[in-house]
Structures are given as structure tokens and as C-alpha cells.
């Protein structure tokens, strides 16, 4: 009877145990991990200029709080992909990999982007794009705000460091955040 072979220990750099400061039965509960708490919830989205409501949004924190994962669905033509007869539906995956925040967004008409960054002394999270998408670098930064969230939204020519700001979008709350 062949037996299975024992599944190879973790190198000591790969174990949480390893991780001055992390309890192994919690590895994402460092300051630093939660720095996106202040997103968790259901949201209604407003473009903070006209103040219409332009998405909704469900943002938890999963396993452990090591993932944040966020769902957006777009209402009416905001950020449809011309001739597209279907709202823009999306969502992202983020993860504090021990120095950098990196998010994963993908959607149903524009495609992906990754964005890296890091939560900012003013406690925002700001995130730049990794590889220029379709020809673009972006830059979110995320504030908590009295009415919930702000997050401003600013892209460039590929390279070009030169940034211009798109419209803002402003979170209200519709219902408490959820941790899992």
C-alpha cells in the first residue's frame, strides 16, 4: 500500500511565526492591515460634483482581514465603454503584502488594472497603477470622510507623471460594515 509522502514544511521566511510581531492565528491584525477599515460597508456612490448617485458598492474584509474585496455596480452611462448597452459591473481583491498595499481591479467592460501603494501619515490609502492600463497610469487615494468615504480619481499619459483629475466619488453608508 503506497503511502502519501508528508506535505513539506514551510520555509521559517514563509511562516507567520517568522514575522516579528504577527500571531500566527491572526496574521492580518497589524495597524497596517486595517488601514482600509474605514471602506468596509455597503455604500451608495455619489460623483462628489453633481452629487448623483452613480454605483453602489459592497466592500468586506475576508479571511482573517488579509483580503479586502470590494463589488461596484454602475448605474445609467457612468464610466460605460462607448457603445456598450450594459452598466459597468466590477470589483477588486487588495492585500497588505507586509510593505505595500496592492489591489487587483477588474471589470466587465474596461478590463484590469493593478494598483501598489501605502496608507499615508493624513490616514488616506493612496494607489498607483503598477503597469499603465491601456495606455494609462492611474492614481486613487482614498479619505475618510464625515459623509464616508472620498476617493479621488486621477490619471496620466503612460510615463508621463502628468496627472489630471477625474471627477471624485463620494461613499454614504447604507448599512454597517461586515468582518468575516
Same mark, same amino acid.
Given at each position: ?107 466587465? /467592460?474596461? %478590463? &484590469?488594472?493593478?494598483? #501598489? $501603494? ?5 490616514? +488616506? ?6 503597469? !499603465? ?19 479621488? /480619481?486621477? %490619471? &496620466?499619459?503612460?510615463? #508621463? $507623471? ?5 471627477? +471624485? ?6 448599512? !454597517?460594515?461586515?468582518?468575516?
Amino acid at each position: 500500500m503506497a503511502h502519501a509522502a508528508a506535505a513539506p514544511a514551510l520555509p521559517s521566511t514563509l511562516s507567520a511565526t517568522a514575522t516579528p510581531g504577527l500571531d500566527p492565528a491572526r496574521p492580518c491584525d497589524s495597524p497596517a492591515h486595517h488601514a482600509f477599515d474605514f471602506w468596509l460597508g455597503d455604500w451608495a456612490v455619489y460623483d462628489a460634483q453633481s452629487d448623483r448617485q452613480v454605483a453602489t458598492d459592497h466592500v468586506d474584509a475576508l479571511y482573517g482581514h488579509c483580503v479586502i474585496r470590494q463589488q461596484m455596480r454602475f448605474v445609467g452611462q457612468t464610466y460605460r465603454h462607448p457603445g456598450t448597452p450594459f452598466p459597468l459591473a466590477g470589483m477588486s481583491i487588495s492585500r497588505f503584502d507586509g510593505q505595500h498595499w496592492v489591489q487587483l481591479w477588474a471589470d466587465n /467592460q474596461w %478590463g &484590469a488594472i493593478i494598483l #501598489s $501603494g501605502k496608507a499615508r501619515a493624513d490616514g +488616506a490609502v493612496e494607489l498607483d497603477s503598477v503597469i !499603465p492600463s491601456r495606455g494609462r497610469d492611474m492614481r486613487l487615494v482614498w479619505h475618510a470622510v464625515p459623509e464616508g468615504v472620498r476617493i479621488e /480619481q486621477a %490619471g &496620466a499619459v503612460a510615463g #508621463s $507623471g502628468t496627472y489630471e483629475t477625474y471627477p +471624485a466619488l463620494l461613499y454614504r453608508r447604507l448599512k !454597517p460594515a461586515k468582518f468575516k
